[in-house]
């Protein structure tokens, strides 16, 4: 077993916590924010190669401007959970009141706090072409 570079499992986190921020409105709008806060555990060791699934969502909005957002690398075949993450997505300034306006709007969280609109799944198969060097 070859294991990708933890660094790069936080580098896929960066970019799905961000296009989950870029989703919370309810509407794709990239570039509106900036991911601000990445934490990142992990749990299993990801083999080169492996097909896993990644999962996505709005855990809390702070304000106008703030949301919390959270995801997770998985095994969907047997459910083992490789690593997860929790970041903070800003929203930009210059474009607050049109998103503030399109969160007010869709109003479609869970009972558990998630939101519907804003879930984010994405299935990949992670390669590694570049040797690791320890």
Do not use: Y
């Not at 077993?1 to 499992?9: E, Y």
């Not at 989950?20 to 601000?36: C, D, E, K, M, Q």
């Amino acid at each position: 077993m070859t294991p990708i570079p933890g660094g790069s499992i936080c580098a896929v986190f960066d970019d799905i916590l961000g296009w989950v921020g870029f989703i919370s409105s309810g509407t794709l709008r990239p570039w509106s924010g900036f991911t601000a806060q990445v934490n990142v555990s992990l749990k299993k060791p990801v083999s080169v190669c492996s097909v896993l699934k990644l999962e996505g969502g709005v855990s809390e909005r702070e304000g106008k401007r703030k949301i919390r957002v959270w995801a997770r690398l998985f095994d969907p075949q047997g459910g083992i959970v490789h690593a997860e993450a929790t970041g903070l997505f800003i929203l930009k300034r210059d474009e607050q009141g049109e998103q503030q306006h399109a969160i007010d709007d869709s109003k479609n969280l869970n009972t558990d706090g998630s939101n519907s609109v804003s879930e984010c799944t994405q299935t990949s198969a992670l390669n590694n072409s570049s040797p690791s060097h320890s």
